[in-house]
């Protein structure tokens, strides 16, 4: 193998090694999803105002914009938007507190951020774009439990395990490896999914970030504890947590489809 080849070789192998990074969640698919769940849920009001700022970019397709901009080093300063880490498991009143404390540049602070600015009446276009497609995005992002997760292992990157024999770690398995075993379209999984009851979705109506937090990191905790590093997960992980993974992708479009409704009001 000439110099050339093992440079590419190199390059690929770190490459495929770095993009589940920690900002990562759900992966292209997982965001389309989330995305295509939520716009089933807005009211009429919410899509115009939608459609006038994105065009004929479809909510689906615009997930993935705050992931794409990461190779443009003007936009590394968006990285920390993705994810709110924890140093242990906190009761919702400790959460409540702690968010309330909250000043870091993270998921929390700066959806509240967007939110607020998206309410502008004069906000211009292009900010209504970036902000619209990011708080699209950050909703999802913490919907994947790996994204509330624990400070001390980086959100599971730091627990290295196998993926049907393949070296991966716990955050990348929740990233993509469980959404892409299930080898379905983000259209057909919406299809396979989207059938929220009347109890749940008068629950997940309800524009509560705090909460849907704190109901993150409950899976994230239960996450951690049915794994440990070195662990070899394959066909068992995935009919143990594939429901798990379902409900997130559903409770987050749902989710995402009221606060933008809130928004736009």
């Not at 919907?143 to 049907?164: A, L, S």
């Not at 379209?185 to 009851?197: D, G, H, L, Q």
């Amino acid at each position: 193998m000439n110099m050339k080849k093992r440079i590419f070789k190199l390059i690929l192998i770190v490459t495929l090694f770095y993009v589940p990074s920690k900002s990562m969640a759900w992966g292209m698919l997982g965001h389309r999803i989330v995305g295509q769940i939520a716009e089933s849920y807005l009211t009429d009001k919410a899509r115009l105002q939608i459609k006038q700022i994105l065009g004929n970019e479809s909510m689906a397709m615009a997930s993935n914009w705050p992931d794409f901009i990461k190779s443009d080093k003007a936009y590394s300063y968006l990285s920390p938007w993705h994810y709110v880490d924890f140093d242990k498991q906190y009761s919702y009143p400790e959460m409540q507190q702690y968010l309330q404390r909250d000043t870091a540049t993270d998921a929390y602070t700066k959806l509240n951020f967007l939110v607020a600015e998206l309410k502008k009446k004069n906000l211009p276009q292009d900010k209504k774009v970036m902000y619209l497609r990011l708080v699209i995005h950050i909703v999802g992002d913490i919907h994947q439990p790996m994204h509330t997760g624990h400070t001390e292992d980086k959100g599971g990157n730091d627990i290295k395990v196998t993926w049907f024999g393949q070296p991966s770690n716990l955050h990348s398995v929740w990233d993509s490896g469980l959404i892409e075993y299930q080898q379905l379209s983000y259209t057909e999984y919406v299809k396979a999914i989207n059938f929220p009851t009347q109890l749940q979705l008068k629950e997940w109506k309800k524009v509560n970030v705090s909460k849907w937090l704190y109901d993150s990191s409950l899976e994230a905790d239960k996450i951690y504890k049915g794994v440990k590093d070195g662990d070899k997960l394959s066909y068992r992980y995935n009919f143990d947590y594939v429901e798990t993974l379902n409900r997130q992708l559903l409770k987050g479009g749902v989710h995402l489809a009221a606060i933008l409704n809130q928004i736009f009001a």
